[in-house]
């Protein structure tokens, strides 16, 4: 059979077959909320990374810009709204998303007055300078098990939009939240994918928020794990975005999937459409990425594999591409994550998602030159003198092209930063 999507905590199994009248209006309807958000969105996407800090030993914020830089990446996202992060970055055009930790949800549920507040110490002080266009409460709320939590998330969510409204930033500061892609009930085929019934009475007003509020949905998808769950079944091509993998058929639309993570984020479109009456929601993807190294038992985890898997997932993200249900609505996608993070608990491969060790070396090498991302000076199309391959000691992995030199960045053939170069600077910030 095919294998079921999974993410850490629950394996999704192949659903029994809807009628299949209603699974054709449902994919018909979900092509056409494809074309409304396409619309909405302005067909553009690029890379964003996370920057996790679950660790005590990684280099200050100006060595992590300097990297982030290197990887052409426009688009960060943190668990909290760091000042010394969002000020290392500011003027430098590179769009944040930053988080309001789960232990706050209830109180601003509950207390208007601690949305204001916490907008005035944590979004006000860094504007204009840092670009800040979004804000998630919360992380995987909908999954845990704290009752009060589920209850709280809206509240929390609309009272933050209203203390931004106040200060006249709704349009430029979205309000969302990440979920875990166990919120779904079944994920396979796409086309008949659905929420948890027992989280209907959370996801559908949150659903009708964020349409209402032109918020994203995001959500935080791992391919990964349903290889480690099951090597002997799961394809590692095709949760790789290889292109010799063997696509897998959506029997319903006909749709042909050639990765799993487009299969993931088309399963969460499917069961957006069901819930929310087809009413046009961006999907973002917050989270994925692969380990590089893991305990025994996690079978993947390799430096290999993850550059696979990083690597060829830049390239769709270069390309623009969309999922197969939405073709024409780039894919937003923050790989996890800019550093391997040695406090954070679990397995081994929870320490290992890095794409740099906290030195500033890369964790291994993606092999593939960065997109080119628009509004900031650069060109990772350009021709570097190397391969792009990670074999040519000249350039290496991707780079932005800098203003002149002025941040002190050795240029390289074709005016291009290398990896390398990126390191050697970060050296310089820690030494």
């Known amino acids: 059979g095919l294998p079921a999507l999974s993410d850490s905590s629950t394996t999704f199994v192949l659903p029994l077959p809807a009628p299949m009248a209603l699974r054709h209006l449902l994919a018909v309807a979900v092509a056409a909320l494809a074309l409304d958000v396409a619309a909405a969105s302005g067909g553009s996407a ?35 709204a760091d000042a010394r992060v969002l000020s290392a970055f500011a003027g430098s055009g590179v769009d944040f998303t930053v988080g309001l930790p789960d232990n706050m949800v209830p109180r601003l549920a509950s207390d208007p007055s601690a949305a204001a507040a916490w907008v005035r110490a944590n979004i006000l002080p860094h504007l204009p300078a840092a670009s800040i266009t979004a804000v998630t409460v919360g992380n995987e709320v909908l999954t845990g098990s704290d009752a009060t939590m589920l209850r709280s998330l809206l509240p929390a969510m609309q009272s933050l939009h209203a203390a931004l409204a106040a200060c006249n930033l709704t349009s430029r500061v979205a309000v969302t939240t990440a979920h875990s892609l166990a919120v779904l009930s079944s994920s396979f085929p796409p086309s008949s994918a659905s929420f ?10 949150l659903l009708a928020f964020l349409a209402k509020t032109g918020s994203p949905f995001l959500v935080n998808a791992y391919p990964y794990f349903a290889y480690k769950a099951d090597p002997g079944t799961v394809d590692l091509d095709y949760v790789l975005f290889e292109p010799s993998a063997a696509a897998v058929v959506d029997s319903a639309t006909g749709l042909r999937y050639g990765n799993m993570l487009h299969a993931q984020v088309d399963a969460v479109r499917t069961a957006i459409c069901a819930a929310d009456y087809g009413r046009a929601v961006e999907i973002r993807v917050s989270e994925t990425g692969w380990p590089s190294q893991g305990d025994g038992d996690e079978a993947g985890a390799t430096p290999q594999n993850a550059a696979r898997y990083n690597g060829n997932l830049m390239r769709l993200v270069a390309q623009g591409k969309g999922t197969p249900a939405a073709p024409g609505e780039p894919l937003q996608v923050y790989v996890f994550a800019l550093f391997n993070e040695d406090q954070k608990p679990g397995p081994a491969s929870e320490r290992h998602y890095g794409l740099f060790k906290p030195d500033g070396t890369p964790a291994y ?67």
């Open 46 to 80: 690029a890379l964003g990374v996370n920057y996790g800090q679950v660790a005590d030993n990684l280099p200050s914020p100006q060595a992590a810009a300097v990297l982030l830089r290197a990887l052409n990446a426009s688009k960060v996202k943190l668990y909290d």
């Open 196 to 205: 948890r019934r027992d989280l209907l009475p959370y996801i559908t007003p």
């Open 365 to 431: 090498d993606v092999g593939v030159k960065a997109p080119t991302i628009k509004g900031l000076k650069g060109s990772g199309n350009g021709d570097g003198g190397g391969s792009g391959n990670g074999t040519d000691s000249g350039v290496g992995m991707v780079v932005g092209e800098g203003p002149a030199g002025t941040d002190g960045f050795a240029v390289g053939p074709g005016g291009l930063y290398t990896i390398s170069d990126a390191t050697r600077k970060v050296r310089d910030y820690t030494s």
